[in-house]
């Protein structure tokens, strides 16, 4: 019966088509290349494009900086080699508009009617547009707004707790149920793709950058850079900057 109804649908995925009407959700569909292989019409709009026939056969590179596509590319191969969902995943980058925003991703492997894994599916969800879903964590919106204006300088763990009202054990579980990553976690994440783009669209020195971004010295933000983004700030530079 299940087959059968399946079968009766035809080759298109019209479950696709449910999340056109999911306000601040993105879907998408790339084959085990990392190629887009369909789109919701958010990502159409995201990306300026008229028809899904468009993004068909394009990759990340076309639409995002190299770092930035590189991070996404990555977690497609994590989920084609494993087979696993790779769910929950917070990106934070620039938006078209310059702003800090932060996105969360949850990618599941595609198979065919054997079990092959065929490529990878997934929604991407903003922040903003996530927020009426979060709003039983309005402390945790305080202190995201706070990290989100204020991520330049010296914020503590212990200041952003007593700005939501929570002690620190307390606003690090909520932020790991909300997030799935500590306070500090995603503080220094914020710092990090902030100071990403400086290190591409300024002169600035890497001692100035880090200390502009509340790092306690250049070896500590050389060494928090290497571990989200995969290589040391200098290299970052060199390889990017145009």
Known sequence: MQRDFYARMGER?????????LPGVYFFVKDDQS???????SILERFGLTTEDEIIGTTDYEYFPPHIADSFVRDD????????????????????????????TDKL????????ILGVMGTVRSYEGSRRSLL???QIDQVVEYIRGNHRGKITVTDLARRANLSPRQLHRKFMEVFNMSVQEFLTKTRIQAASDD????DRSITEIAHDF???????????FKKH??????????????
């Open 13 to 21: 995925q019209q479950f696709q088509q449910l999340f056109e009407h």
């Open 35 to 41: 190629r887009m292989m369909g789109a919701s019409r």
């Open 77 to 104: 191969q994590m989920v084609l080699d494993t087979g696993e969902p790779l769910t929950g995943r917070v990106e934070i980058w620039y938006t078209e508009q310059r702003l800090l925003d932060w996105f969360v």
């Open 109 to 116: 492997p595609v198979r065919d009617s054997g079990g092959k």
């Open 136 to 138: 039983t964590y309005t």
């Open 199 to 202: 290190l591409l669209n300024t």
């Open 214 to 224: 509340g790092f306690c010295d250049q070896s500590a933000f050389t060494q928090q």
């Open 229 to 242: 983004i995969g290589k040391t700030p200098l290299k970052f530079r060199r390889q990017h900057q145009v």
